[in-house]
């Protein structure tokens, strides 16, 4: 790579990180905010809701991808070429094809990047995610108590606790179970605190009294100091995890295992999302050969290039938006799959034929005039 292209690929490089990390941190907020409820409800330390969102971040970022390439592109080549640095480029000699290989080759490794994602960073990050959101549903001790709220965490159990202090222990508890041999217990204690005792989860009750109900119609009433209610019947042995279509790798998309029957359901839908993933990382070509098309694809201008830039942007916009809807057709219709590489594929044809078309001269051709000879020979 020559000087010149260095540089050029030196001012792409620079925007490109920039807006990743804008892009990022804007699908960061949404995430996150989207998540608070895992603390919120689920009762979660902040620590978990972090990992939680840096496991959804190689999904997120796949997709924000092109689009940061594409908005980056556009800023710098606007800059150099308004600057005629890329004017200078085409005056001292350089092809057309060499003045665009950096910004061709930086989107290459974004789709190099984008297709390892795509295969085997994301479906990791979505399992190791699903695994963790399953713990947090299944988690009956961090779920037991919503302060301020009568809670049924489990089939048969009802907790409420007027409040809670910063040490996680309630005030004011108040358990109600129920037996399946009949009959009841309620509970009230003043303290309470949710801990482990021999690995199981326990309530540990301090302050209370005990009022059971046996299902002869027998009342118990019981003081306590501190009462140690388990937890364990409560929790649930027979969930398993459920890896949703996202979650899977290529060759579990592609090949599924048509004997289990959630995934012959759905093998249309693997099918489409195999596709998707294979063909999506094509766009970040496509959206840098439209910024380059925007750009350098027309005549110089020290006006700027407002117009042409919209026009390419709203194309840009109607590709994703097209690619997005055949990956929905392909989910009824297998044969449909071949238009989500054509989409991409189709906008970059169209980029790279506006960079590389040849123009007509419209100068005018000068034609020499014949002299007039006289009738003796002689000039007129």
């Known amino acids: 790579m020559h000087l010149i292209e260095r540089y050029l690929l030196r001012q792409l490089l620079g925007p490109t990180l920039l807006a990743i990390l804008a892009l990022g941190a804007l699908a960061l907020l949404s995430q996150s905010l989207g998540a608070l409820d895992i603390i919120v409800n689920q009762g979660q330390s902040a620590l978990v809701l972090i990992k ?3 496991l959804a971040m190689p999904q997120l970022m796949s997709l924000v991808l092109p689009i940061a390439i594409f908005i980056a592109a556009l800023i710098a080549l606007n800059r150099l070429h308004t600057e005629q640095e890329i004017v ?23 789709t190099l990047m984008a297709l390892a994602t795509n295969l085997w960073i994301a479906p990791w990050a979505d399992r190791a995610m699903r695994r963790e959101l399953f713990q947090i549903r299944t988690d009956l001790a961090a779920s037991l108590v919503h302060v301020g709220q009568f809670n049924r965490p489990a089939p048969g159990l009802t907790v409420y606790a007027q409040d809670s202090d910063q040490s996680g222990a309630f005030h004011n508890l108040f358990v ?21 005792r021999n690995g199981a989860p326990v309530l540990i009750m301090r302050d209370g009294s005990s009022q059971a109900f046996t299902a002869t119609g027998v009342l118990n009433y019981l003081k306590f100091g501190e009462y140690i209610f388990d937890l364990t019947p409560y929790m649930s ?3 398993i995890i459920q890896y949703k279509i996202a979650d899977r790798y290529l060759h579990e998309l592609l090949f599924p295992d048509l004997t289990q029957t959630w995934e012959r359901q759905n093998r249309k839908k693997m099918l489409a999302e195999a596709h998707a ?29 407002g117009r042409r830039i919209l ?18 057709a392909c989910a009824g ?9 054509a989409i991409p594929i189709a906008g970059m044809w169209w980029a790279f034929a506006e960079l590389f078309r040849q123009r007509a001269s419209r100068l005018p051709i000068l034609r020499r005039a014949k002299p007039r000879v006289a009738v003796d020979g002689a000039a007129a």
Not at 176 to 196: C, H, L, N
Not at 311 to 328: E, K, N, W
Not at 333 to 341: D, H, I
């Open 52 to 54: 939680v969102i840096s």
């Open 88 to 110: 200078v480029c085409f005056a001292s000699g350089m092809s057309r094809w060499r003045v665009i290989s950096p910004a061709i080759r930086l989107a290459a490794v974004a």
């Open 176 to 196: 109600f179970q129920e037996k399946p041999e009949g009959g009841d217990t309620t509970y009230i204690a003043a303290r309470g605190k949710i801990a482990k």
């Open 237 to 239: 042995d027979d969930e």
């Open 277 to 305: 993933r294979l063909s999506a990382p094509l766009y970040n070509i496509t959206f840098m050969a439209l910024a380059l098309a925007a750009v350098i694809g027309g005549a110089f201008s020290r006006l700027g290039y």
């Open 311 to 328: 026009m390419v942007c709203a194309f840009a916009a109607l590709l994703r938006i097209l690619g997005i809807g055949a990956q929905a």
């Open 333 to 341: 219709q297998p044969w449909l799959n071949v238009l989500q590489y």
